[in-house]
Antibody, heavy 123, light 112 residues
Framework: QVQLQESGPGLVKPSQTLSLTCTVS??????????WSWIRQPAGKGLEWIGR???????DYNPSVKSRVSISVDASKNQFSLTVTSLTATDTAVYYC???????????????WGQGTLVTVSS | DIVMTQSPDSLAVSLGERATINCKSS????????????LAWYQQKPGQPPKLLIY???TRQSGVPDRFSGSGSGTDFTLTISSLQAEDVAVYYC????????FGQGTKLEIK
C-alpha cells in the first residue's frame, strides 16, 4: 500500500528558506501518470493546496504562493521535496504531502496523505 | 479560484441521529463531457491527516462505512452520515478538483 512521510525542520526563522521532503513507499514516484502534491494547514484552519508535480516534468502551483515555492524530485530515493522562500509567520502550518489520484492522466482527489509535519516560522 | 463554502461551521448531533453537512461552490464543478461532479469529501480527526471518504460527489472510497453518503450536483453538495457514531467526531472538508484544487473551510461535527 502507498505510504508517504514528511520530514524537515520544525522551526525556521522569518525570511529564511524552508525545505521539506516527502518519502514515498509502496509505489515509484516515477510511475507514469502519478501526481504528487503538497498541502498545508495552519493551526485550527483549513487546507490550502500548494502545488504538484508529475514525474514527466509537469509542475503546477497555487498562484497565491507560486512566486515563492518549488517542487523537486529525487527518484533514486523515491522522494519529492518542497522549497518555500522568504518565509513569514503566515507560513506557519502543518505541511502534508499526498498522492493525487489520477485517471487517464488527469489529477483528481488526494489519497493517501502523509501524517504531516509542523513548521513554525519564528525568530 | 473556485470558492467552496461549507455550512454549518459546526454541528452537534446525538448518537444514532442523522448529520448533514453542506458544501456550495462558487461555480459549477460538473464537467459536462462526462457528467461527473469534481467534488470530494474528507474526514479529519484531531492530530491526523485528512482521510478520503467520497469522490465524484457520491462514490464512497473503499472501506468507508455505508452510513456515509454524498449527494448533489453542479454547485450544491451534501455529505450525510445516516446514524452518527462516536468515532465520526471530526472535521469534514469538501474539495473541488474541477479547476486546480480548493477546499471548504471545514465543518466540525460533535456529539450532542
Amino acid at each position: 500500500q502507498v505510504q508517504l512521510q514528511e520530514s524537515g525542520p520544525g522551526l525556521v526563522k522569518p525570511s529564511q528558506t524552508l525545505s521539506l521532503t516527502c518519502t514515498v513507499s509502496g509505489v515509484s514516484i516515477s510511475s507514469a501518470g502519478e501526481f504528487w502534491s503538497w498541502i498545508r494547514q495552519p493551526a485550527g484552519k483549513g487546507l490550502e493546496w500548494i502545488g504538484r508535480f508529475q514525474f514527466s516534468g509537469n509542475t503546477d502551483y497555487n498562484p497565491s504562493v507560486k512566486s515563492r515555492v518549488s517542487i523537486s524530485v529525487d527518484a533514486s530515493k523515491n522522494q519529492f521535496s518542497l522549497t518555500v522562500t522568504s518565509l513569514t509567520a503566515t507560513d506557519t502550518a502543518v505541511y502534508y504531502c499526498a498522492r493525487e489520484v489520477s485517471v487517464a492522466g488527469y489529477p483528481y482527489w488526494f489519497d493517501p496523505w502523509g501524517q504531516g509535519t509542523l513548521v513554525t516560522v519564528s525568530s | 479560484d473556485i470558492v467552496m463554502t461549507q455550512s454549518p461551521d459546526s454541528l452537534a448531533v446525538s448518537l444514532g441521529e442523522r448529520a448533514t453537512i453542506n458544501c456550495k461552490s462558487s461555480q459549477s464543478v460538473l464537467y459536462s463531457s462526462n457528467n461527473k461532479n469534481y467534488l470530494a469529501w474528507y474526514q479529519q480527526k484531531p492530530g491526523q491527516p485528512p482521510k478520503l471518504l467520497i469522490y465524484w460527489a457520491s462514490t464512497r472510497q473503499s472501506g468507508v462505512p455505508d452510513r456515509f453518503s454524498g449527494s448533489g450536483s453542479g454547485t450544491d453538495f451534501t455529505l450525510t452520515i445516516s446514524s452518527l457514531q462516536a468515532e465520526d467526531v471530526a472535521v469534514y472538508y469538501c474539495h473541488q478538483y474541477y479547476s486546480s484544487n480548493t477546499f471548504g473551510q471545514g465543518t466540525k461535527l460533535e456529539i450532542k
